[in-house]
Structure formats: structure tokens, C-alpha cells
């Protein structure tokens, strides 16, 4: 006779990944419930990419303005901090709010508290009210507890800095502002803040922002971030942070002192997995502190998965939500199903915003069996004809030369993350060079670079500008 527990299923945090696969297991007849320590909705909805694409959005109208008069438009604007802070907040409980009623219509039981593994098949929650903690069992249990942001512990008063879960609440907006970090949460904020006004100085440690990202788009981004007033200190980092009576005094390892209203921290995140219980569950972490799964997202322990950042293989929210897709395909529906991790696209929303799907070109020159053909061009927007602005737009195809695959497309300019979603389609089809150039243009447009590129990058050459 099999074991009767609470739950066919229980799952570990309700952001995007877990709140995907409770439902889809649920409307499947199983019974489920999900606990959630915060707010339902996780990262992404709550402190993450929808609050940041709000900011990111309100903070390039002063952009806009400038390019509006180039126009023949007077435009005279001011901003409100709180009134934006409070009309963000309230979309995001609206947010928050459709996450709890789509569970809810999906059968599934939503426990607003904190859960800890106790062994393979049980947990258990604190209530986040208060009250007595309750023990559950569930046949499989999902953890989707995604990830946090890391802080140096060792730095001399990093206690005065935020992240940027701290980034959209502040009370204020700040007049002086200093971010730590060279990834696409730093220069996101970086970007957002320096619309608003806010003098803003992004340093980090490294030799270029954006490490992993293509060698071009790295550097094409730097100079085009720096035209929009922000101060790039790279090769550099903290050595301490000291609080005075006028602001906080960044000190830093070149010997340099920035005073600055607000320290912000975007140097990376963690997955969470602090006091979840994992030990007594048997399930182990890799050399990096995220949960050990295999390809098909089970972890060492039997009867226990897990997907999304907590996993630490991609951290893209569409990612966890197909991550939990397959999830429900292999356990529940006898498919066994992993995601397909190659030619995934994703955007930083920096300002300018970069676009990027598949190779690097450096990536390419190791993984293609064969030369690689680039084609590159750098242009001005025809947004900008009339305003004078030297910004440049990049767009580049990395080309297998032996195949003739396109492999790798990058884009740096305005909408670039809407071109290269449509971008990521022919991509991961595998759509060779002269199909791409078989497709008429759309014309005027900034897109119809990407089908007109005819002449090949040598080796030291620059697109005219």
C-alpha cells in the first residue's frame, strides 16, 4: 500500500518558475500547495525586471525630451520621485495580486509563510502572521527559491550600501549616487539613475562592463553609457566605504575618494538556499552554492527538483518558467523533457539597450569548426538626425564560415531587445547567411541592418561611422 501524503506536490517559492509548474501540475488533477516567504510573484515581478523596466522607462523621457527638441518641441518637465515610487508600487501589487488569483482559479493552496525541508518528503512552514509552525509531506517537492543579492562582507563599511532590492524603495532620489559592479543590473541602474539626474559613477574591477557579453558590445556600450553622463571607473574597486556628516565617502583601491549620497552593490547575486533545510533532505550544492540537478532538474535527492536561479545554470525568468515546463512534462505527463539552454536571447536594458542571442565572436573562433565570418556596422539612429547627438548604434552577425550559419547576432541601440527577439527565431533555426540576406528590408529602419550586412569584418577593421 503507497504512502498517502498531503500533497502530490509541493513547491518552494512562488516567483515565476515555481508559480508555473504549481499550476500546470494542479490543472492537471494533482494536489498542490506552494509557500512563499515574501510576496508572491518572486524577482522578477516584485524586485526585479518589471519594477527596473518601470524605472528604466521613467528615466529615459529626459532623453526623450532632448531629442523632442531637436524636433521643434519645448518641452519643460520635472520629475516626482514618490509619485513614480507610489504608482510602481501599486502596478506591482496588481501584479502580485494576478499571481495569487491565477493559483487560486489553478486549484493550487498558497501558504504565505516560510518552508524548510525536514526530510525527502516533508517540510516545514512558518507562517509568515505568525502562529504555530505547520509540518506537511508531499510525494515530490519543488524548490524555486531563486536567488539573492551578494554583498562583500569584508569590505570596511558595506553596511552603509544597498543592492538593488533596496534601489526601488528608496525614500528619496539621491543627488550622488555610486554603483559597484560591471554586470546588466549595475548598468541598468546606472542608466536609470543618471536619466533621473542623479550624478552617477559606475566602478568596477574588471577591464570592460559586461563580462561574458561580445568584446564589440562591451566596448561600444561603455563609450555609449558614458555619453550619457555617467562616470566609468574601470580596472578599480572599494577599499572601504566611510559615512560623514555630508555623504558617504567611497574610497577606492586606485586611491581615488568619490563622496556620493548612495553606495548601490550590484556585484552579483546568490542563489538562496539559506536555512532551507537542504542537508537533512540529502541535497547537495555545486562548488558555486547552488543546488546540484541534473538535466532534468532533479537534485541528489530522490522525490526532490529544482529549477530557476536558485539552480544557477541560466538565470533568465523565461528560462525558469520553461525550466518548470519541462519539469511537469517529465514528472507528471512520463515525458521526460530538459530545457535547451543554446541561442537563448536576452536583453540588458541599459541606455542604449543591447539585444544578444547565441556565439560571442570569441565563443564562435572556439565552437565553430572552421573560420568565422563577422559583419559589423555602426551607425547614427535617423532619430538623431536632427539633434546632433553623436550616439552610434552596433549591430553584428557572427557567421559559421563553414556552414554558413549565423550564429551569433548583437545589437546595441534603440529597441534592440524587440529586434532581437524576432532575431532569436531564425537563430535558433539555424538560418544561414544568405537566407538572412534573402529577406527584403523594412525600410527606413534601424532593423534592416540585420538583412542587409554584406561586407565581411577583417581582422583590425572598423565599420564607417
Not at 249 to 263: A, P, Q, S
Not at 319 to 333: K, P, Q, S
Not at 397 to 403: G, Q, R
Request: aromatic residues 6%; glycine residues 10%.
Amino acid at each position: 500500500m503507497s504512502k498517502t501524503y498531503d500533497y502530490d506536490l509541493f513547491v518552494i517559492g512562488a516567483g515565476s518558475g515555481g508559480v508555473r509548474a504549481a499550476r500546470l501540475t494542479a490543472l492537471g488533477g494533482k494536489r498542490v500547495a506552494i509557500a512563499e516567504e515574501h510576496r508572491v510573484g518572486g524577482t522578477c515581478v516584485i524586485r526585479g525586471c518589471v519594477p527596473k523596466k518601470f524605472m528604466v522607462m521613467a528615466s529615459d523621457f529626459s532623453h526623450q525630451f532632448e531629442t523632442a527638441e531637436g524636433y521643434g518641441w519645448t518641452v519643460e518637465a520635472s520629475f516626482d520621485w514618490p509619485k513614480f515610487i507610489q504608482t510602481k508600487d501599486v502596478e506591482i501589487a496588481r501584479l502580485s495580486g494576478i499571481y495569487v488569483a491565477n493559483l487560486g482559479k489553478a486549484g493550487v493552496d498558497l501558504i504565505h509563510g516560510r518552508a524548510v525541508l525536514k526530510d525527502v518528503h516533508t517540510v516545514e512552514v512558518t507562517h509568515r502572521d505568525g502562529g504555530e509552525s505547520r509540518t506537511i509531506t508531499a510525494e515530490n517537492i519543488l524548490i524555486a527559491t531563486g536567488g539573492r543579492p551578494w554583498l562583500p562582507a569584508d569590505l570596511s563599511g558595506v553596511e552603509h550600501a544597498i543592492t538593488s532590492e533596496q534601489a526601488f524603495h528608496l525614500p528619496e532620489l539621491p543627488k550622488r549616487i555610486l554603483i559597484a559592479g560591471g554586470g546588466y543590473i549595475a548598468v541598468e541602474f546606472a542608466g536609470i539613475f543618471a536619466g533621473l539626474g542623479v550624478e552617477t559613477t559606475l566602478i568596477y574591477r574588471g577591464p570592460n562592463i559586461l563580462r561574458g557579453f561580445d568584446d564589440d558590445v562591451r566596448a561600444h556600450l561603455a563609450g555609449e553609457i558614458e555619453k550619457r553622463g555617467i562616470k566609468v571607473i574601470l580596472g578599480c574597486q572599494h577599499s572601504e566605504i566611510v559615512k560623514t556628516e555630508s555623504g558617504l565617502v567611497n574610497r577606492l583601491e586606485n586611491g581615488m575618494e568619490i563622496e556620493t549620497d548612495v553606495v548601490m552593490f550590484a556585484t552579483g547575486r546568490a542563489p538562496h538556499v539559506t536555512a532551507l533545510g537542504l542537508d537533512a533532505a540529502g541535497v547537495d550544492l555545486d562548488d558555486k552554492g547552488a543546488i546540484k540537478v541534473d538535466a532534468l532538474s532533479k537534485t541528489t535527492a530522490d522525490n526532490i527538483w529544482a529549477i530557476g536561479d536558485v539552480t544557477d545554470r541560466m538565470n533568465l525568468t523565461p528560462v525558469a518558467i520553461r525550466e518548470a515546463v519541462c519539469f511537469h512534462e517529465t514528472v507528471y505527463l512520463d515525458n521526460p523533457q530538459h530545457f535547451d539552454y543554446e541561442a537563448v536571447a536576452t536583453a540588458v536594458f541599459s541606455q542604449p539597450p543591447v539585444g544578444t542571442v547565441g556565439l560571442s565572436e570569441n565563443e564562435a573562433r572556439h565552437a565553430c569548426s572552421g573560420e568565422v565570418d563577422v559583419y559589423l556596422s555602426r551607425f547614427r539612429p535617423m532619430k538623431y538626425a536632427f539633434t546632433g547627438s553623436d550616439e552610434r548604434m552596433l549591430v553584428k552577425l557572427v557567421v559559421d564560415a563553414t556552414s554558413q550559419k549565423v550564429v551569433g547576432v548583437h545589437i546595441v541601440g534603440p529597441e534592440a531587445p524587440e529586434m532581437i527577439q524576432l532575431a532569436a527565431i531564425a537563430v535558433k533555426a539555424g538560418l544561414t547567411k544568405a537566407e538572412w540576406d534573402a529577406t527584403c528590408a523594412v525600410h527606413p529602419t534601424m532593423a534592416e541592418e540585420l538583412v542587409t550586412l554584406k561586407e565581411k569584418q577583417r581582422p583590425g577593421n572598423m565599420s564607417a561611422v
